[in-house]
Nanobody, 122 residues
Framework: QVQLVESGGGLVQAGDSLRLSCAASGRTFSNIAAGWFRQAPGKEREFVAVINWGGFVTTYANSVKGRFIISRDNAKNTVYLQMNSLKPEDTAVYYC???????????????WGQGTQVTVSS
């Protein structure tokens, strides 16, 4: 089992930056991939980014490519999502996920955090 706890969400203005953190505990986290998803009110949970176990392979959704950066520090069992040039449409609950996949399909992930709210005002 892997337990995931997100932090770093908040209320920011358009154009600002924010960094989310996801702290993992339990099973060896450094052996599995980790990703971020988000869910806006009334919408399905969507893929944001994923990083492989070693941190050298990343994939991003087109909507965040060039603005968001996913990274991980296996010594700290933590995954990060640096979000730059935030837009109102980035407003959502952001979830950390982990599993043995780099696919953007949320059904392929085994472990989930509780989420952290990010609100971007215009």
């Amino acid at each position: 089992q892997v337990q995931l706890v997100e932090s770093g969400g908040g209320l920011v203005q358009a154009g600002d930056s924010l960094r989310l953190s996801c702290a993992a505990s339990g099973r060896t986290f450094s052996n599995i991939a980790a990703g971020w998803f988000r869910q806006a009110p009334g919408k399905e949970r969507e893929f944001v980014a994923v990083i492989n176990w070693g941190g050298f392979v990343t994939t991003y959704a087109n909507s965040v490519k060039g603005r968001f950066i996913i990274s991980r520090d296996n010594a700290k069992n933590t995954v990060y999502l640096q979000m730059n040039s935030l837009k109102p449409e980035d407003t959502a609950v952001y979830y950390c996920a982990a599993g043995s996949t780099l696919e953007p399909d949320r059904k392929r992930y085994d472990y989930w955090g509780q989420g952290t709210q990010v609100t971007v005002s215009s």
